[in-house]
């Protein structure tokens, strides 16, 4: 099995900032991408921010030059480094990874964290 733990949300002011991390654990291959998607109350799930093992990397539209995505060596940690955050970035942020467990089989699993409140407010 495997497993994704998040931490590092929490409170803070418009402009601040929060780094967001998430470590892959148990029967891992290979990761083939891992990051972030956050929901806010009422919405539906939105891209936040992703990085494949070649090093590619996607921003949502609503991140893009705020957010910073990167990973250790291993490459079963990401970080989400959150700069100048705004009220409207307010939403639980789940990690997610997409991982091969065998090679024998080089079958794909999708796997999701619990999630970590991001809460930006004055």
């Known amino acids: 099995q495997v497993q994704l733990v998040e931490s590092g949300g929490g409170l803070v002011q418009p402009g601040g900032s929060l780094r967001l991390s998430c470590t892959a654990s148990?029967?891992?291959?290979?990761?083939?991408?891992m990051g972030w998607c956050r929901q806010a109350p009422g919405e539906q799930r939105e891209l936040v921010a992703f990085?494949?093992?070649?090093?590619?990397?996607t921003y949502g539209d609503s991140v893009k030059g705020r957010f910073t995505i990167s990973r250790d060596n291993a490459k079963t940690t990401v970080f989400l480094q959150m700069n100048s955050l705004k009220p409207e970035d307010t939403a639980v942020y789940y990690c997610?990874?997409?991982?091969?467990?065998?090679?024998?089989?080089?079958?794909?699993?999708?796997?999701w964290g619990q999630g970590t409140q991001v809460t930006v407010s004055s």
């Open positions: 997610n990874g997409k991982i091969i467990r065998s090679a024998l089989t080089m079958r794909e699993f999708e796997y």
């Open positions: 148990g029967i891992i291959f290979n990761v083939n991408a």
């Open positions: 990085i494949t093992s070649g090093g590619s990397i």
